[in-house]
C-alpha cells in the first residue's frame, strides 16, 4: 500500500495498491526529490481512462518496473479531474513539444516541478516506432545522472516559456453582429452536410456550438443555423455514439458517422447535452429531441447519482467481458447469436435490422453498437419498445462498467441546470427534485462559509482541492436556472456569492484566470478562454454573470460579463468551433438577454404555471425568469410587479425598455419567441 490509499480521488485509489511508491501531488513529494537528488515522474490520468488502465496494467503493476522507478524517482499520481491546473500547465508543455497531447499523461521534472521531458502512453516494449517506458526510464536516469547541466537548464527555459504565456488580452469591446456572422460562416465551413458534425474523426458531440447555432437561429431566423443545430443532433441521437437502451451519451465517436464510441460516459457530455436536446425541443417540437433530454435525464439519475444526491462523474468505457478481461465496450455492445438468445430468432430478427446489428459487426470481433440507420419500413412502436426492454434487463446481467464516484463541482452545477430545465419543460417534479438535492450537496458539503467551493467530494467527504473558475461559474449557472425554475431566491443568493468570488479572486482588468489569485502556485496560473469538452471557466463565468445581471439589475455583474466577452469577439470569427459557450452568451448580450418576471397570487396557481412555464419555454436567447407573489421580496426581478386586475401577469423587459404587462400566455410565447 503506498502513500495514494487515504486520497479522496476513485483514479489515485486505483494505484494505492501499485508496487510503484506513489506520490500525491504535494510539496512533500518535491522535498523528496529534492533530498534524494532524482527526478519526479508526473503521471496524469482520470479513472474511466481506457489507456491509462492498460498502462498501468502494464508498467505500474509491473514488479521490475515498479522497483526501478522506486529507486530512481520520485513517482506523483494527478487525477486530472481533481487538479485540473496542474494538469493544464503540463499539458501544455506537453503539446508544445511533441504536437499532440492526451492520458495518460507522462511528464518528467526538475524537484522545482520543471518540465524537461514529455510524452502520453508509453508501451512495455518497443512498438510502432514508440520507444518502452523502460527504455525512456533509462534514458531519462542517464541524462539526469550524466547531463544535469544540460537538463536543468532545458527545464529552465521550458518553465520561463510557459510562464510568459498569458494571454494578451486588451478588452476591445463585446462581439456583435459582425463577429457573430463570421463565426456562423465559419461552422458553416467545418459542417458535414452529409453526416452532422463538424471535422473529420474522432467527432466530439458539439453541444455548446449547437447552443449557439439555436440561440442565432432565435435570434436572426436563420434557418441553416437551425438546420446545422437539428441534423447534426439526429445523427447523434441515431447513432452508436448514443445508448440506443439505456439513454446517455458516450465520450466521442472514433469515426465519422457516429457510429463506434469511446464508450466511457462522462456527466458533463450528458448534463451539457440534456439540456441542448431539451432546447432543441423548445425550438422544434421534436420528438426525438424530447425523447432524447428525457432518456439522458433518466440515465444520469439512475446510473450517476450518488447516495448522498451528487451526481458521479464518469462511467468507465471498459468492463469484464464475462471471462476476467476488462474490454472496452463489453457492456454495450452485440452479436446476432447475443440477440437471438436474449430475444428469440424472430424478435432478434427485427432487432439486428432495426439496430443495425450485422454478422460482420461494426466494432470488435463480430459485434455491433446498436444505433438507428436510417431506413425504410414502419416498425411496430410496442414490440420495438418490448425489443427495448428486454435488451436492456438482458444487458443488466453484464458485469456493470466502473463508476468514478467522485462528485466534481462544476459538472454537478451543468447536471443541475440541465435536470431543473428538462423537468420544468416535461413536467417532470422529479428530475428538479433530483438538481434541487444535488444543488444541495454543493451547497452544505462544497461550499464553505466564506462562499469558497472545494472541486471533488467523494462519500459525504469534501476533498482537499480547491476550486477552479469553472467550478465557481457552472455552479452558479445551475443555481441560476434552479432559480428560475423554482422562484426560490436562495438559488440567487447563492450564485451571488460565488459570482462574488469570481470578481474579486479570479479576474484581473478584464481577464479571468483558471485559478484564484491565493492558490496554489504553479509554474504559471492558467488561463484558457477556449470551449473543449466543457464550457472554459472563462466563457461559464460570462454567461453566469450575464444571467445573475439581468436578474439582479447589477451593472458591476453585467460590466464583468461584458469585459470577459472581449475574448469571444477575438477568437469568435477565427475557431467558432471552440468557443461554442462565449458565443452562445454573445447571442444572449445582443438579445438583451430579456428579463421576464411572473407574478401571481399563489405558486399553484394554475394560471400562474401556466404564464411561468410559456416565460421558461421562450427561445429568446438567456432569457431569464422570475416566479412568485406580488411583494414577496423573494427575486430583484419581482420589484414592484402587481397583478393586473386580480390576475396573474407577466413583464419582459429588455434594454431598460419594459412590455406592458399580459395575462395571456399565447401573447408572452410571442414576446419570447425570439
Known amino acids: 500500500m503506498n502513500r495514494l490509499a487515504h486520497e479522496t480521488s476513485p483514479y489515485l485509489l486505483q494505484h494505492a495498491d501499485n508496487p510503484v511508491d506513489w506520490w500525491p501531488w504535494s510539496a512533500e513529494a518535491f522535498e523528496e526529490a529534492r533530498r534524494r537528488n532524482v527526478p519526479v515522474l508526473l503521471s496524469v490520468g482520470y479513472s474511466s481512462c481506457h489507456w491509462c488502465h492498460v498502462m498501468a496494467h502494464e508498467s505500474f503493476e509491473d514488479e521490475a518496473t515498479a522497483g526501478f522507478l522506486n529507486e530512481q524517482f520520485v513517482s506523483v499520481k494527478v487525477d486530472r479531474e481533481e487538479r485540473p491546473d496542474v494538469d493544464a500547465v503540463y499539458m501544455e508543455a506537453v503539446q508544445a513539444a511533441t504536437g499532440q497531447g492526451g492520458w495518460p499523461m507522462t511528464v518528467f521534472l526538475t524537484p522545482d516541478a520543471e518540465p524537461f521531458y514529455f510524452g502520453t502512453y508509453f508501451p512495455p516494449a518497443p512498438r510502432h516506432g514508440m520507444p518502452s517506458f523502460r527504455q525512456i526510464l533509462e534514458g ?37 453582429e459582425e463577429e457573430l456572422a463570421q463565426a456562423l460562416l465559419g461552422l458553416t465551413r467545418e459542417y458535414d452536410p452529409q453526416r452532422g458534425g463538424f471535422g473529420g474523426a474522432p467527432k466530439f458531440p458539439p453541444s455548446m456550438v449547437i447552443e449557439f447555432l439555436l440561440r442565432h437561429h432565435a435570434r436572426t431566423g436563420s434557418e441553416g443555423a437551425l438546420q446545422m443545430a437539428r441534423d447534426t443532433a439526429e445523427r447523434m441521437a441515431r447513432g452508436g455514439i448514443y445508448d440506443q437502451l439505456g439513454g446517455g451519451f458516450a465520450r466521442y465517436s472514433v469515426d465519422r458517422d457516429w ?45 450517476l447519482r450518488t447516495g448522498e444526491g451528487g451526481f458521479a462523474s464518469a462511467l468507465d468505457a471498459d468492463s469484464d467481458d464475462g471471462s476476467g478481461r476488462q474490454v472496452e465496450g463489453a457492456h454495450y455492445v452485440w452479436t446476432p447469436a447475443q440477440l437471438a438468445e436474449a430475444l428469440g430468432p424472430e424478435d432478434a430478427e427485427l432487432a439486428a435490422q432495426y439496430f443495425g446489428v450485422t454478422e460482420e459487426g461494426t466494432f470488435e470481433h463480430g459485434s455491433s453498437v446498436l444505433q438507428l440507420p436510417q431506413q425504410e419500413g414502419v416498425f411496430d412502436a410496442r414490440r420495438i419498445e418490448s425489443i427495448r426492454r428486454r435488451l436492456l434487463e438482458r444487458r443488466a446481467e453484464r458485469p456493470a462498467p466502473g463508476r468514478d464516484d467522485k462528485v466534481v463541482a462544476a459538472w454537478n452545477g451543468l447536471a443541475v441546470a ?143 460579463a461584458e469585459g470577459a466577452l472581449g475574448v469571444v469577439k477575438a477568437l469568435g470569427p477565427r475557431a467558432p468551433r471552440f468557443i461554442g459557450w462565449g458565443l452562445a452568451v454573445a447571442e444572449a448580450l445582443l438579445d438583451g438577454p430579456r428579463e421576464v418576471a411572473v407574478v401571481g397570487p399563489a405558486p399553484d396557481d394554475p394560471a400562474t404555471r401556466d404564464l411561468h412555464r410559456t416565460a421558461l419555454l421562450g427561445t429568446a436567447p438567456g432569457a431569464v425568469v422570475a416566479v412568485g407573489t406580488p411583494g414577496s421580496g423573494e427575486l430583484p426581478l419581482l420589484a414592484d410587479r402587481e397583478l393586473v386586475d386580480g390576475a396573474p401577469a407577466a413583464y419582459v423587459c429588455r434594454h431598460f425598455t419594459c412590455d406592458a404587462p399580459t395575462t395571456d400566455p399565447e401573447r408572452l410565447r410571442r414576446e419570447l419567441s425570439g
Open 140 to 176: 531519462v536516469r542517464t541524462a539526469w545522472a550524466e547531463r544535469r547541466e544540460e537538463v536543468t537548464e532545458v527545464a529552465g527555459k521550458i518553465a520561463r516559456d510557459l510562464a510568459g504565456r498569458e494571454l494578451a488580452f486588451d478588452g476591445t469591446g463585446t462581439p456583435g
Open 418 to 560: 440541465a435536470l431543473a430545465e428538462t423537468g420544468a419543460y416535461f413536467d417532470r417534479p422529479d428530475l428538479v427534485e433530483a438538481a434541487l438535492s444535488a444543488a444541495d450537496l454543493l451547497v452544505r458539503l462544497h461550499l464553505d462559509e466564506h462562499a469558497r467551493l472545494v472541486r471533488t467530494s467523494r462519500d459525504g467527504r469534501a476533498g482537499a482541492h480547491a476550486g477552479v473558475l469553472e467550478d465557481y461559474a457552472d455552479v452558479a449557472e445551475g443555481f441560476l436556472a434552479l432559480a428560475s425554475v423554482t422562484g426560490e431566491g436562495v438559488w440567487l443568493e447563492f450564485a451571488g456569492l460565488l459570482l462574488d468570488q469570481v470578481l474579486t479572486r479570479f479576474s484581473d482588468d478584464g481577464a479571468l484566470y483558471d485559478t484564484a489569485v491565493d492558490a496554489e502556485q504553479l509554474l504559471r496560473r492558467p488561463q484558457d478562454p477556449t470551449d473543449n469538452a466543457t464550457p472554459s471557466g472563462w466563457t461559464a463565468a460570462a454567461g453566469a454573470l450575464l444571467s445573475y445581471a439581468a436578474g439582479t439589475g447589477s451593472a458591476r455583474h453585467r460590466e464583468a
Open 259 to 303: 457510429v463506434v464510441p469511446h464508450f466511457e460516459k462522462m456527466l458533463y457530455d450528458n448534463a451539457l447535452l440534456c439540456r441542448v436536446y431539451a432546447h432543441l425541443w423548445r425550438t422544434t417540437g421534436s420528438e426525438l429531441a424530447r425523447r432524447v433530454a428525457l432518456e439522458t435525464a433518466d440515465f444520469m439519475v439512475r446510473e
